[in-house]
């Protein structure tokens, strides 16, 4: 899906290629992306997380498995910040439609602004 991103202050995004961008909330929720394993299998996991926007302070970044194993858990700090994550080689055991979800939160600073990640 295209998009138009107007923003509205001097601060740049740099979109990377094949991404998604995800920002919390003004209010507090967070950004959600969600795969759904469509069949039994191991599944593996090779994602980086990266502050786009060049005025970037802190995101919490979350990886969590079936609603209740947290997967990964890291704090993102300032701009190009860039953490990534990979299972081994054999994956992780998902059932057929258990949930993985991707999370980008406000990070320690716990402030909302700037963090497009």
């Known amino acids: 899906t295209d998009f138009i991103l107007k923003e509205p202050n001097t601060s740049t995004v740099a979109f990377t290629a094949n991404g998604v961008a995800m920002h919390p909330g003004d209010d507090g929720r967070f950004s959600v992306v969600?795969?759904?394993?469509?069949?039994?299998?191991?599944?593996?996991?090779d994602t980086t997380f990266t502050h786009i926007h060049s005025c970037a302070r802190h995101s919490g970044v979350y990886i969590i498995y079936n609603n209740l194993m947290t997967l990964w858990e890291i704090d993102l700090a300032g701009p190009k910040?860039?953490?990534?994550?990979?299972?081994?080689?054999?994956?992780i055991a998902v059932r057929a439609n258990e949930p993985i979800d991707f999370i980008v939160g406000v990070g320690l600073d716990n402030v909302f602004y700037c963090d497009m990640t």
């Open 34 to 45: 969600r795969f759904t394993a469509p069949k039994d299998g191991n599944y593996v996991l």
């Open 81 to 91: 910040d860039s953490r990534s994550f990979k299972t081994t080689d054999k994956g």
